[in-house]
């Protein structure tokens, strides 16, 4: 399985997942459809599916006219049906989602929204966390609450630390300086900043990043309690 990272709009990114032998692919979160349809007949790819990690529109605004295109079918949370228009396959938590191609675990991670979810491609060691975990990170809590987004961290925390994570934005080092003021000591920060300013400087997404590489930098997930991580997000915040 390869995946193709896909800038959209200001800092947004989509993935394709590609069946290599066959060119059958999956698009997660198309912000928008042009850049997805550029790739697409470029490569000669065959598009299946549209995944959706939550409902928000620069995560779902590519999904109509990539459908009317390719009559690929879009896949969700069974509790955002409502919100993801023309939703075709409603996945729930825990449940593993799969076909010819792609086999993906579905991870419900509320806080962000309260229908996001995580797709986890657990052969590859893939995951793809939208706008809830973020490389050096976390989302906003916009629909769910400092619990619930807490609680979908540590469900993230816990999967291979070798995962490759792919998120929703390039934030990245935006992050980064929000984590060095708070853990000004942290070597492992440190050296992952050098290295996302070089994939920057090189015009390169600072994406895939790694759990392990989060469990080491990301104060988010480095926060002890609920306490320490409400405080962190408040602050984020107004950072
Ligand atoms: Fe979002």
């Not at 590609?18 to 790739?39: H, L, R, T």
């Not at 896949?75 to 228009?85: A, L, R, T």
């Not at 390039?170 to 000004?184: A, D, G, H, V």
Request: charged share 30%; proline share 3%; aromatic share 10%.
């Amino acid at each position: 399985m390869k995946v193709e990272i896909i800038k959209c709009l200001q800092d947004n990114y989509s993935y394709l997942i590609i069946n290599e032998k066959n060119q059958n692919a999956c698009v997660i979160d198309p912000s928008e459809a042009k850049p997805i349809i550029d790739f697409v007949e470029k490569k000669n790819i065959n598009l299946k599916f549209i995944l959706n990690t939550h409902h928000h529109y620069d995560h779902i605004g590519g999904n109509n006219e990539l459908k009317k295109k390719y009559g690929v079918k879009i896949v969700g949370f069974i509790n955002d049906k409502d919100k993801i228009p023309k939703i075709d396959i409603f996945v729930e938590n825990n449940q593993t989602w799969m076909n010819e191609d792609f086999q993906a675990k579905i991870i419900h991670i509320p806080g962000h929204t309260l229908g996001h979810i995580c797709f986890y491609f657990s052969k590859d060691k893939i995951a793809f966390t939208g706008d809830t975990l973020f490389s050096l990170g976390c989302g906003r809590i916009f629909e769910g609450t400092y619990e619930q987004m807490f609680a979908s961290l540590n469900k993230l925390k816990k999967l291979p630390i070798d995962t490759k994570i792919y998120c929703g934005h390039e934030y990245t080092l935006k992050n980064s300086m929000f984590c060095l003021q708070y853990e000004k000591n942290n070597k492992n920060l440190e050296k992952k900043i050098f290295e996302i300013k070089d994939k920057l400087k090189n015009n390169l997404p600072t994406l895939p990043s790694t759990i392990g590489e989060e469990l080491a930098c990301n104060i988010f997930l480095r926060a002890k309690n609920l306490e320490d991580f409400s405080k962190l997000r408040d602050l984020k915040d107004n950072f």
